[in-house]
T-cell receptor
Framework: AQSVAQPEDQVNVAEGNPLTVKCTYSVSGNPYLFWYVQYPNRGLQFLLK??????LVKGSYGFEAEFNKSQTSFHLKKPSALVSDSALYFCAVFHSGNTPLVFGKGTRLSVIA | DTAVSQTPKYLVTQMGNDKSIKCEQN?????MYWYKQDSKKFLKIMFS???????INETVPNRFSPKSPDKAHLNLHINSLELGDSAVYFCASSHTGANGGAFFGQGTRLTVV
């Protein structure tokens, strides 16, 4: 069965510094990987996805993620963090057909001014 | 607006009551889901419907009964509510073959007292 792991419950970063939120995956076959963000009292918003092609995927709000097959990782990155990036970030994996997304436990990002 | 919409946004009710949460999507998707987000923010799939047919039913108590009157709607009815049912419930939809990307509703925060 496919799964994703987010090893960090919390990531703190100073505003203006680069940020990384980690995700590793376990899936048979080709992975379809996603990042979603959840702001307080809001639903999940899609940030970006990797299906195939370039390992560096660019998404919304200046975020990007790097797919690394050898390390089975899909870390979320941003060159310069904003206070408004503070939220809960979920990595997710999809296998095939109409199976549902399987989510990691989430990582809370706090960007400090 | 094109979206996945859930009603109500907040629901406070007493133990033992029966309640329903409605979900509608106007994205033309053929698959809809219910996820539960617990107090630790874990997101777990509960049900998945494709073209009005149940395709996934995770280990959810049979007090929870989803109903899909058509492809655009997936309602969740809960009988005999318990304290442990308190959570945020998210509806989502996707299109088969769209490589898994799902759109989420804003969530319904259910509090059982």
């Amino acid at each position: 069965a496919q799964s994703v792991a987010q090893p960090e419950d919390q990531v703190n970063v100073a505003e203006g510094n680069p940020l990384t939120v980690k995700c590793t995956y376990s899936v048979s076959g080709n992975p379809y990987l996603f990042w979603y963000v959840q702001y307080p009292n809001r639903g999940l918003q899609f940030l970006l996805k990797y299906i195939t092609g370039d390992n560096l995927v660019k998404g919304s709000y200046g975020f990007e993620a790097e797919f690394n097959k050898s390390q089975t990782s899909f870390h979320l990155k941003k060159p310069s963090a904003l206070v408004s990036d503070s939220a809960l970030y979920f990595c997710a994996v999809f296998h095939s057909g109409n199976t549902p997304l399987v989510f990691g436990k989430g990582t809370r990002l706090s960007v400090i001014a | 607006d094109t979206a996945v919409s859930q009603t109500p946004k907040y629901l406070v009710t007493q133990m033992g009551n029966d309640k329903s949460i409605k979900c509608e999507q106007n994205l033309g998707h053929d698959t809809m889901y219910w996820y539960k987000q617990d107090s630790k923010k874990f997101l777990k799939i509960m049900f998945s419907y494709n073209n009005k047919e149940l395709i996934i039913n995770e280990t959810v108590p049979n007090r929870f009964s989803p109903k899909s009157p058509d492809k655009a709607h997936l309602n969740l009815h809960i009988n005999s509510l318990e304290l442990g049912d308190s959570a945020v419930y998210f509806c989502a939809s996707s299109h088969t073959g769209a490589n898994g990307g799902a759109f989420f509703g804003q969530g319904t925060r259910l509090t059982v007292v």
